[in-house]
C-alpha cells in the first residue's frame, strides 16, 4: 500500500530563509570583501532525539550544507517518504556561520521542527503480486484483481496499465466506481500466444528464467495523488510433442505375422502430462519397450540405435502413461494385418495438461497386409520334458499355398544354446506341395547348466565345500 506524504515545514524553511538574510546583511556589515565574496555558510543537523510517534530523520532527504548570499535568500526543500503510518517529528539545528575572522565573524543557531504524517491511500488491491503460475500458450487463464476502497465515499477508479491486447490480455473492467468501504473485482482474461513475448519484450521477466512474464498494473482513483500498482507474474510453455518418426511406413506384412516399428516422442512442454492412444485399429497396438532393452541400447552408443533389440515382450501396455517436463518416452508400434488389405489410418495421440488443457496429436501410419505363401500346421510345438543326452523329436506339416514353388529355409538358434536341430534346412515346394519338417530337441549337461540359476550354483558350490 502507497501513502500520501505531509510536513509541515514551509513557515520554518521561511523563517529560516529571513534569518539567513540577516546574518548575511550582519556578515556584510564586519567584512573587508565585496558583497558577493561574503555569503553564510547553512548546515542543518539532525541532533535532537525523536518523540515517541517516531523518528522522521530516516523518511527525510534534505541539503546539509549550503550558502546564502549577502542581502539574499536560501531555500532548503525537505523530501518526506514516509515507510509506515503514523506521525513523526524530529528537531534539526540550523547554523549560520560567515567564516570571517575576528570580529567579524558571526555565528548563529535556530533550532528547527520537522513534522510529518502519513494516513493510509482510500483505494488499494489485496496483493501486491497475483501469480498465474504456469500458463499454456493457446488456452485461456483467468485472473481477479480485488480493489478495494477504505474511504466512506464512492471513488472512480481506472485502470492504466496494461493496455488490452486483442484475442490475448482483456481487462473488464476497466473503468469502474467503488462505493464506501467496499470493493469491485478486475477480471483479467489471458490468453497468450506462442510468440507473445517476442512481441512484447516489455512483459518478459529474464530475472525469473526463460518464459517468465511481469505484467505491471497500474489503478488510479479520483483524489487519489499515488497511483495503486501491482503486477501479474507466471511462466508461459508450451503444450507441443515431438514425434520420431513423424510417419510409420510399414511395407508389406504377411497376414497371420507382425512387424514392429519404434516411436519416441518426447514432452516439450514445462508441466506433467498424461497422455494415451484412443481409438486403435484392430491390426495395430502398442508396447512400452522393456526398461533392460533401452540400457543395453544405451551402452551400445551410435552402434546400437533404437530398435535394434528385436524384444518386444516385458513392457507391458503402452497406450496409458504420463510425461515429465521434457521426458522422452518410446514405445514399439506393432502391425499385425489380419486380412490382405491396405492399412492407412492415423494414430490419435492425446495429451492433458494440467487438469484443463487438451490436445490433440496424429501420427499416419500405412502398411500393405500380404497373404502368406506357405502354412504350417501347428504353429506351436510342446516337447517332452526329458533327461540329458537323450532326444525327443516332433513334426509339422509346411504346405506352399502360392502359385509358383518357394524355398524354403529354417534358421535355427546356435546349438549350444537351444539343443535343437532341424531336418531339412532347406528345401523347394512346388505350388500346393506339402513337406514333414521335423525338429529334434537334444540337450547336453552344458545346455542344463545354462539353465540353472546363478543363485542355485552358488548354493551348490556351498553344500559341496561343506562335505
Not at 541532533?47 to 541539503?63: H, K, N, Q
Not at 546539509?64 to 536560501?74: A, I, L, V, Y
Not at 489485496?126 to 485461456?140: K, L, N
Not at 502398411?367 to 505363401?373: N, R
Amino acid at each position: 500500500e502507497a501513502a500520501d506524504p505531509a510536513a509541515d515545514t514551509a513557515a520554518d524553511a521561511d523563517a529560516a530563509d529571513a534569518d539567513a538574510a540577516d546574518a548575511s546583511g550582519l556578515a556584510a556589515d564586519g567584512g573587508d570583501a565585496t558583497e558577493e565574496a561574503e555569503e553564510a555558510l547553512v548546515e542543518a543537523d539532525a541532533t535532537a532525539p525523536a518523540e515517541v510517534l517516531g523518528d522522521i530523520g530516516e523518511m527525510t532527504t534534505y541539503s546539509e550544507r549550503g550558502r546564502c548570499k549577502g542581502f539574499g535568500s536560501h531555500r532548503i526543500s525537505f523530501s518526506f517518504q514516509p515507510t509506515r503510518l503514523g506521525n513523526f517529528k524530529a528537531e534539526l539545528l540550523l547554523r549560520f556561520s560567515n567564516g570571517a575572522p575576528g570580529d567579524a565573524n558571526y555565528e548563529r543557531e535556530y533550532p528547527v521542527l520537522v513534522r510529518g504524517f502519513c494516513l493510509d491511500v482510500p483505494i488499494f488491491v489485496d496483493s501486491e503480486e497475483y501469480y498465474m503460475e504456469t500458463c499454456v500458450y493457446g488456452h485461456i487463464f483467468r485472473e481477479n484483481v480485488m480493489v478495494r476502497n477504505r474511504a466512506s465515499v464512492a471513488m472512480k477508479i481506472q485502470v492504466q496499465k496494461p493496455k488490452q491486447i486483442q484475442g490475448e490480455l482483456q481487462l473488464n473492467t476497466a473503468l469502474a466506481y467503488i462505493q464506501g468501504h467496499g470493493s469491485q473485482s478486475i477480471q483479467v482474461k489471458f490468453s497468450p500466444k506462442a510468440d507473445f513475448l517476442e512481441r512484447h519484450p516489455e512483459y518478459c521477466d529474464s530475472e525469473r528464467g526463460v518464459g517468465a512474464f511481469k505484467i505491471p498494473m497500474r489503478i488510479v482513483g479520483a483524489d487519489q495523488v499515488l497511483p495503486v500498482t501491482t503486477c501479474l507474474t507466471g511462466v508461459l510453455t508450451t503444450d507441443a510433442v515431438t514425434f520420431v518418426p513423424q510417419v510409420l511406413n510399414f511395407g508389406n506384412c504377411y497376414v497371420g505375422s507382425s512387424m514392429a516399428m519404434r516411436l519416441v516422442f518426447t514432452n516439450e512442454s514445462l508441466l506433467k502430462r498424461k497422455f494415451a492412444f484412443p481409438r486403435l485399429p484392430s491390426g495395430i497396438s502398442i508396447h512400452n519397450v522393456p526398461p533392460d532393452v533401452l540400457e543395453e541400447e544405451g551402452w551400445g552408443g551410435v552402434d546400437c540405435p533404437p530398435g535394434s533389440i528385436a524384444v518386444l515382450e516385458g513392457g507391458g501396455e503402452g497406450i496409458f502413461g504420463s510425461l515429465l517436463p521434457g521426458e522422452r518416452r518410446q514405445v514399439s508400434v506393432i502391425f499385425s494385418p489380419e486380412s490382405a488389405t491396405e492399412m492407412n489410418h492415423k494414430i490419435v495421440f492425446k495429451v492433458l495438461t494440467g487438469d484443463l488443457c487438451a490436445r490433440e496429436f496424429t501420427v499416419p501410419c500405412t502398411g500393405q497386409g500380404v497373404s502368406q505363401v506357405i502354412e504350417f500346421s501347428e504353429t506351436e510345438l510342446k516337447l517332452a520334458s526329458i533327461p540329458n543326452n537323450s532326444s525327443s523329436r516332433e513334426s509339422v506339416i509346411v504346405t506352399n499355398v502360392s502359385k509358383v514353388p518357394q524355398i524354403i529355409n529354417v534358421l535355427m538358434p546356435q546349438y549350444e544354446l537351444c539343443a535343437m536341430k532341424a531336418t531339412p534346412v532347406c528345401c523347394t515346394l512346388a505350388p500346393k506341395e506339402s513337406r514333414r519338417l521335423q525338429l529334434e530337441f537334444k540337450p547336453t549337461q552344458d545346455y542344463v547348466d545354462l539353465l540353472k540359476n546363478p543363485k542355485e550354483e552358488k548354493a551348490d558350490a556351498d553344500g559341496a565345500a561343506e562335505e
